[in-house]
């Protein structure tokens, strides 16, 4: 990949979906017949670059790295009993998806048109004032829910903002997991995945703790093992932190 | 057939909201005084010429396109049984409080707004988006209020059940904090 | 000149503030659907023959006279300062879904974009291009969102059946919508 293709940042995508259809394009890959290495492999490349370039990187992206990495290690795999139709229901969800999306981002275009035309067409402003009554009641359509809403929601605003309510979350990123675990690993002291992501919490942080983690083992920073399969991961940090 | 600068003032004539003077019109053209005068003379002649409906009116020093007189009878229907007027904002906070807590009485809803209420209830009892639905049995016996079917069909509900709920409109209003793709994991670490 | 009936139909698409459907056009002028039909393409060609800026458009499920597009820049001026701005990318995408879908909820919508979609929902519910439209009946019952006549007017659609068919769509949709990308990875694992 370019440098140049490299400076075409996150922001200019909207979401993992439109970034693999960028990739699919600009490839000329064939959406009907996804190779999950290649489809994984140039999307993985373009997530490695924009976390080298230091660009926050949303959870999204990553959920769709850790999918691709999953299928693109399966399709290496020699294909055991079952194996070879999962793979394929994979692609099939994948390829689905993509161009259920390309579908509805060709229909925004086509939206984007007719809003353009028509921002540009005036109504007359009416006669209501001229030719209504000055009667009170209201107008369907004058006031929505929203506005119902809104009021509600300012005039409970300053009270109570109490400790069960719902706890907001702004979208994780690499760069907040890293800083995270650099507060909470001690050198020399093996700490296991769960105790860092928490437990209970979104399967969006556990893939992001999880690519950092893997991100700081390729820089030296951190050494990973698993004492057998499907046990806990732990984790080290090393004096190259 | 009309030129283009007639063209541009009939444009702006026919969409404005409010009259336009000459000034307003020499400047939204681009031409002079003399121009426009004259354009919009033009366009007076077309429009009662071939008959159209249209004419444009003079009134507190601009111009605007209106409805001749001779339709007036028949433009009024349209505004007839329906009621403008747009609700205060004492009105649409009381709405929202009784709609969210009825039954519910004055003295609630003042509590919550920490301001009389009287003129405000009195306003969409009038309209119908509320209605007295009972008493309270406690001290002094106070009316209670309640939204009614008026108010469905205003915000195009079919159910009062349908009304986004408390967490929902945190959910809808807070901006900038997007709740995750997670959200149904962190509610389960509040039960 | 114009006959009289033409003339009516004017006054009122000119005087309504909502389009007119052809059923409310004879009911206000007490004439039967032939004859209201004959009179709006009389004045169309009227309309068309004196090189008026107006035009009759058909949209929202009525017809409503409007400034032709050439004239936009101009009368654009009028509105600078109390014009909204451009739908985000976000906001036309999820609406697009919306319009396909409805009503659907916000997980659906989520489903097929990939990303939140909590602010797009906010905005398009505060320009009214999309209401609240009721609960979906499973789990957790949530709201679900339909598109509005707002939004017929907004990009000039006569009717939400006319948005044009899609055959990729139609075939994944009947198939059931894709599950979201978290649901996806970890139900695999889990099997």
């Known amino acids: 990949m370019s440098a140049d293709a490299c400076r075409i940042s996150l922001d200019a995508f909207e979401g993992p979906l439109d970034l693999l259809l960028y990739l699919i394009k600009r490839d000329e890959l064939d959406i009907y017949q996804i190779e999950a290495a290649v489809v994984a492999e140039q999307y993985l490349e373009y997530i490695r670059k924009a976390l080298e370039l230091d660009l926050d990187v949303a959870s999204e992206y990553l959920v769709m790295a850790a999918t691709l990495t999953s299928m693109k290690s399966r399709a290496l795999l020699p294909a055991s009993r079952g194996q070879e139709a999962d793979e394929i229901g994979e692609a099939e969800a994948l390829m689905r998806q993509l161009v259920l999306y390309k579908a509805f981002k060709e229909i925004a275009q086509d939206l984007r048109e007719s809003e353009d035309l028509w921002r540009n067409i005036f109504p007359s402003a009416g006669e209501r004032e001229r030719w209504s009554a000055d009667s009170p009641p209201a107008i369907p359509g004058q006031l929505t829910i929203i506005d119902l809403l809104t009021a509600l929601e300012e005039l409970s605003a300053p009270a109570d903002k109490a400790p069960d309510q719902r706890i907001s979350r702004p979208v994780l990123t690499i760069a907040e997991c890293v800083e995270e675990l650099g507060g909470k690993l001690q050198t020399g002291v093996w700490t296991t995945l769960s105790a860092l992501t928490g437990i209970g919490f979104g399967r969006s942080r556990i893939v992001g703790f999880f690519i950092a983690i893997l991100e700081l083992v390729r820089l030296g920073r951190l050494v990973l093992r698993q004492r057998r399969p499907f046990a806990e991961i732990e984790v080290l940090r090393t004096e190259f932190w | ?191």
Request: aromatic letters at 4%; hydrophobic letters at 40%.
């Open chain 2, 1 to 191: 057939m009309l030129d283009r600068l007639s063209r541009d003032i009939e444009a702006l004539l026919f969409a404005t909201d409010r009259p336009l003077s000459i000034d307003e019109l020499c400047e939204l053209t681009g031409s002079g005084e003399d121009s426009v005068s004259q354009a919009i003379e033009r366009l007076k002649a077309a429009l009662e010429e071939s008959g159209h409906s249209l004419v444009i009116a003079e009134i507190a020093g601009g111009f605007r396109l209106m409805t001749d007189a001779t339709h007036g009878e028949t433009v009024a229907q349209l505004f007839e049984d329906r009621r403008p007027g747009r609700l205060t904002r004492a009105a649409i906070e009381t709405l929202a409080v009784v709609a969210y807590n009825q039954p519910c009485t004055r003295a609630a809803v003042e509590a919550v707004r920490g301001v009389n209420c009287d003129s405000a209830l009195k306003s969409l009892l009038e309209r119908n988006l509320i209605r007295i639905c009972g008493r309270q049995e406690t001290v002094g016996r106070p009316l209670t209020y309640a939204t009614t079917e008026d108010f469905l069909s205003y915000f195009g509900l079919s159910d009062i059940d349908h009304l986004p709920r408390r967490r929902e409109i945190e959910e809808i209003l807070s901006t900038g904090m997007p709740a995750g793709q997670d959200s149904d994991l962190f509610e389960e670490n509040r039960g």
